[in-house]
């Protein structure tokens, strides 16, 4: 069988367990048995409360034994465990729908949960527990149709996964921001400046600009300074730098008979190298940090060329690592200064980021993360209670078909809520390429912090609202028509006892004429 969560995996387990030994003990204890002598009581009371009526018993019998059938046929299908029905932990998965970043998602059991909820948390249940058969019908039901609605919709793109890998790409290594930080103060600031002083209006700069974005400039990897002649590739770091060996045709300001350590490239090698170039660095940093984030770029943008991907990875994870050089701005994600990609040209656009629109997204960004990974985590602790209780309201219903239909339109419900989230996971991740159509623009997003705020917040609280209010919907209709269906039936089985009532009213009614007649003679 198939559940809708990781969570759900052991819960289900659980909840039927727990099921399982409430039942025995309301069966120890004989309550189980008080519903059938309420319907003998309440048979043998409303005839005799009319009168002494021979017909009037006849149909009281008749009422008794259709109750009895129905209570004892609600014991058999909906309360008592049976052995035709286990839910065993070996037959229990979970696959994940698929996405465009993972196509063949790895079904999870409880054997191999791809999870941590079976390590410690979840042990010491049992191996199969028995279900009654009228439950495990519904539940077979709801998930079958979940998921068969689930892979009948589009696959959608995870846009969202893509943002949340890409806010977790950073620098974790101090060697790194170390070099980070020489590069930006020897390289980029001497070859912004220049820039900002000279402003060129060529042919190539332009092209260059028309290719890249207006912001290339503002960015330490910038094909300005990469591909123009008199930015990167006549600039090189005041001090030697680690791994880079030693030039004698570049190194000139040492003596080549006593060599240093290390070399000093040019500021175009330094970033651009394939093997030790900081751009590469960046980039592995990136996998590191962040499971393969580099992938994930190709992946969502194939159609750009994989220098603009690389470029790309390194920018997000610059925009990740603030600064090192100045010692108010080493805290992570920190907006306050112009960062590793904006600089001082740009710090008037950063400090306008940083206001309420900033701030306000910030905060609705790590809401929105933290209210979509509760949600299966609720849905799965919500049916566990559910499956848990499930024998007191057996019981105390009296053994109802009624109580039947209307549990499992509970259970249904609440598991059909998968098929909403996908479905407004789906709209998100649509409303997402619609409002980002290039491409390239949606990877700046994550590059870029403050300029697409007020379009990421509007997202965000549409598909928070998706989220929830979907939910609420369908339950609110469900819940509508649960107690609908629990007056038809209830309508339909009232003529069943509308005979006995009758006939006791008859009785009494007889009963007092008699007794009138009687006190007429005396």
Not at 77 to 101: D, H, K
Not at 138 to 151: M, T
């Amino acid at each position: 069988m198939s559940v809708d969560s990781y969570l759900e995996l052991f819960t289900s387990l659980f909840g039927w367990t727990f099921y399982g030994i409430l039942w025995d003990v309301l069966v120890s204890t004989g309550i189980v048995y008080l519903p059938f002598l309420g319907i003998l009581i309440d048979n043998w009371r409303e005839p005799a409360q009319g009168g002494e009526v021979g017909h009037a018993s006849g149909l009281s019998l008749r009422r008794m034994e259709i109750e009895l059938f129905i209570a004892l046929l609600v014991v058999v299908l909906a309360g008592q465990p049976a052995a035709l029905t286990p839910l065993n932990a070996g037959t229990l998965s979970y696959s994940p729908p698929p996405t465009l970043l993972n196509s063949t998602p790895t079904t999870a059991t409880v054997a191999a949960p791809q999870s941590t909820y079976g390590t410690t948390g979840f042990t010491g249940s049992a191996a199969t527990v028995n279900v009654p058969v009228w439950w495990y019908g519904v539940i077979a039901l709801s998930s079958g149709l979940n998921h068969a609605i689930v892979e009948g919709l589009p696959t959608v793109a995870d846009m969202r996964t893509f943002e949340q890998q890409a806010h977790l790409a950073t620098i974790a290594d101090p060697r790194l921001r170390q070099e980070v930080s020489d590069f930006f103060s020897q390289c980029y600031i001497p070859a912004r400046s220049k820039y900002q002083t000279e402003r060129p209006n060529t042919a190539a700069i332009n092209g260059i600009i028309t290719t890249y974005g207006a912001d290339d400039p503002d960015w330490m990897g910038s094909h300005v300074y990469r591909d123009t002649a008199g930015y990167y590739d006549t600039l090189r770091p005041a001090n030697q730098i680690t791994d880079w060996a030693y030039n004698a045709a570049r190194d000139t300001e040492y003596d080549p008979t006593t060599p240093p350590a290390w070399g000093k490239p040019y500021c175009k090698q330094w970033w651009e190298d394939g093997a030790i170039g900081l751009r590469e660095k960046l980039i592995n940093e990136a996998d590191a940090t962040s499971a393969g984030f580099s992938g994930l770029v190709v992946a969502i943008a194939p159609a750009l060329a994989s220098e603009q991907q690389n470029d790309a990875v390194a920018k997000t994870v610059l925009t990740n690592a603030p600064p090192s050089w100045s010692s108010n701005e080493l805290i992570a994600n920190n907006a306050s200064g112009a960062g590793l990609v904006n600089t001082a040209g740009s710090i008037v656009k950063g400090g306008l980021a940083t206001g309420g629109v900033v701030t306000a997204s910030a905060l609705f960004s790590v809401t929105m993360t933290a209210v979509l990974q509760s949600l299966p985590m609720v849905q799965a602790i919500m049916l566990l209670g559910i499956y848990a209780l499930l024998p007191l309201v057996v019981v105390l219903s009296r053994y109802s078909i009624a109580m039947m239909v209307v549990g499992g339109m509970a259970i249904f419900t609440i598991k059909f809520w998968t098929v909403l989230w996908y479905l407004a996971m789906w709209v998100d991740q649509n409303l997402i390429l619609s409002m980002y159509p290039d491409v390239n623009v949606f990877l700046q997003i994550f590059a870029n912090p403050g300029e697409h705020d007020a379009k990421r917040m509007l997202l965000n609280m549409i598909t928070t609202s998706l989220y929830l209010g979907l939910p609420l919907l369908w339950s609110g209709m469900m819940a509508w028509a649960g107690v609908n269906i629990g007056r038809s039936i209830t309508a339909a089985t009232s003529p069943l006892a509308r005979p006995a009532d009758d006939a006791g009213r008859q009785g009494g009614s007889l009963g007092k004429m008699a007794v009138s007649k009687g006190m007429k003679k005396k």
